[in-house]
T-cell receptor, first 110, second 114 residues
């Protein structure tokens, strides 16, 4: 069975510092990976997916199949980035079923 | 996204009571999901439905049941609530376009079982 692990429950950085939220997965096939974000008092929403290879709000994430990782990075954190971040995976055989990691609360201090 | 709504938003109930959480969507999506969120555990899938006649158990379906009354409505029931079902419950819908899946979440229902 697939599994998604986010080793950090809490992550604090100062504004302008680089930030990396770690995500590791276990899955034998070719997964599709996502980052979802939940800002305070807002709904959980898609931030980015690995297939798109896009940068959203300055965040990027690269799928590393060798290390089975999909870390989320931003070179210069902003206070408005403070939120709960979830890494998630869809496997190729049960399309639509997302497996979420435990989540990381990012706090960006002024 | 106001297209996915959940009622009630907050609920307090007692052990043994039957309760229903409702989810409605106006996005026209066939796929709907129920998750629960617990601190340190992330979101876990309870049930999902890929169309009106399709209901599937998720990772943690014990103690829960669902009903897909229409494409737009997907209800979650706790037949006999217990305290460890205290959690934040999310409904989600999804579409699958251009070989890509995106899930859209409701605002959540906060449930407390005493």
């Amino acid at each position: 069975a697939q599994r998604v692990t986010q080793p950090e429950k809490l992550l604090s950085v100062f504004k302008g510092a680089p930030v990396e939220l770690k995500c590791n997965y276990s899955y034998s096939g070719s997964p599709e990976l996502f980052w979802y974000v939940q800002y305070s008092r807002q709904r959980l929403q898609l931030l980015l997916r690995h297939i798109s290879r896009e940068s959203i709000k300055g965040f990027t994430a690269d799928l590393n199949k060798g290390e089975t990782s999909f870390h989320l990075k931003k070179p210069f954190a902003q206070e408005e980035d403070s939120a709960m971040y979830y890494c998630a995976l869809i496997d190729g055989t049960s399309y639509g079923k997302l497996t979420f990691g435990q989540g990381t609360i990012l706090t960006v201090h002024p | 996204d106001a297209d996915v709504t959940q009622t009630p938003r907050n609920r307090i109930t007692k052990t043994g009571k039957r309760i229903m959480l409702e989810c409605s969507q106006t996005k026209g999506h066939d796929r709907m999901y129920w998750y629960r969120q617990d601190p340190g555990l992330g979101l876990r899938l309870i049930y999902y439905s890929f169309d009106v006649k399709d209901i599937n158990k998720g990772e943690i379906s014990d103690g829960y049941s669902v009903s897909r009354q229409a494409q737009a409505k997907f209800s979650l029931s706790l037949e006999s609530a217990i305290p460890n079902q205290t959690a934040l419950y999310f409904c989600a819908t999804s579409d699958f376009r251009d070989s890509q899946e995106t899930q859209y979440f409701g605002p959540g229902t906060r449930l407390l079982v005493l």
